[in-house]
């Protein structure tokens, strides 16, 4: 079983930075391959970025490469999602899922999700 908590989300002007962060409650958390996805208003849940077990392997989507940063600390349990240059385009709902099959862009892979953060960015 894993539990998942994001936090750090908020309302930003357009340009500023934000950080998440995702405390997972899991055995052997390196083995489960992470993910940050995100829903905004009216849109289906995309895939952000992703980071892959064991060797932590990042993957983006191109909408975000050069700006976001997905990291993890394995020793902490915790997955964090460095943000910056935000954009009004980037406004939605951000979550953390995990899977110890792997990662994937897929959103229907992830066997475990956290409720969710908000994220505004203001023009």
């Known amino acids: 079983q894993v539990q998942l908590v994001e936090t750090g989300g908020g309302l930003v002007q357009a340009g500023g930075s934000l950080r998440l962060s995702c405390a997972a409650a899991?055995?052997?958390?390196?083995?489960?391959?992470v993910a940050w996805f995100r829903q905004g208003p009216g849109k289906e849940r995309e895939f952000v970025a992703g980071?892959?077990?064991?060797?932590?392997?990042?993957d983006y989507t191109d909408s975000v490469k050069g700006r976001f940063t997905i990291s993890r600390d394995n020793a902490k349990n915790m997955v964090y999602l460095q943000m910056n240059s935000l954009e009004v385009e980037d406004t939605a709902v951000y979550y953390c899922?995990?899977?110890?099959?792997?990662?994937?862009?897929?959103?229907?892979?992830?066997?475990?999700w956290g409720q969710g953060t908000q994220v505004t960015v203001s023009s």
């Open positions: 899922a995990a899977d110890p099959r792997g990662s994937s862009r897929s959103s229907s892979w992830y066997g475990y």
């Open positions: 899991a055995r052997a958390f390196s083995y489960l391959g």
């Open positions: 980071s892959r077990r064991i060797d932590g392997t990042s």
